[in-house]
């Protein structure tokens, strides 16, 4: 239990670093956030808890190919933002392009072999 409360904490940590920094500094936040931190840490505690290789290949990997798809929500967004849609609507319309493509990318890779 200790060792999930740790976990808990060290990926709160991160982010709460995120969103401090990125009050004082946006593009330098957006420089933090955008490192594959939260990745890393969850390969990490992956091979702490199972240190399977292959599932680590594996989840590298399906990050790799989601990781696509879901960077237009960060130009969506802001352009939204600045067209006038309000923040809760803007957010929102660019999750549900996130999960289209999404659903999109699942179905074209798998044309190609790949399993996500």
Same mark, same amino acid.
């Given at each position: 239990?200790?060792? $999930?409360?740790?976990?808990?904490?060290?990926?709160?940590?991160?982010?709460?670093?995120?969103?401090?920094? /990125?009050?004082?500094?946006?593009?330098?936040?957006a420089?933090?956030?955008?490192?594959?931190?939260?990745?890393?840490?969850? *390969?990490?505690?992956?091979?702490?808890? $199972?240190?399977?290789?292959?599932?680590i290949a594996?989840? /590298?990997?399906?990050?790799?190919?989601?990781?696509?798809?879901?960077?237009?929500?960060?130009?969506?967004?802001?352009?939204l933002?600045?067209?006038?849609?309000s923040f809760?609507? $803007?957010?929102?319309?660019?999750?549900?392009?996130t999960?289209?493509?999404y659903?999109?990318?699942?179905? *074209?890779? /798998?044309?190609f072999? *790949? $399993?996500?």
């Amino acid at each position: 239990m200790f060792y $999930a409360i740790v976990k808990a904490a060290l990926s709160g940590l991160l982010v709460m670093v995120v969103s401090e920094t /990125a009050k004082r500094s946006p593009a330098f936040g957006a420089l933090v956030a955008s490192l594959p931190l939260i990745s890393i840490l969850a *390969i990490v505690w992956l091979w702490r808890d $199972a240190g399977d290789v292959e599932r680590i290949a594996s989840h /590298a990997e399906a990050t790799f190919w989601y990781v696509i798809p879901s960077l237009p929500m960060f130009l969506v967004f802001p352009a939204l933002l600045r067209h006038g849609v309000s923040f809760w609507a $803007a957010l929102g319309l660019g999750c549900a392009l996130t999960v289209i493509l999404y659903l999109l990318t699942v179905w *074209i890779v /798998a044309r190609f072999g *790949i $399993a996500l």
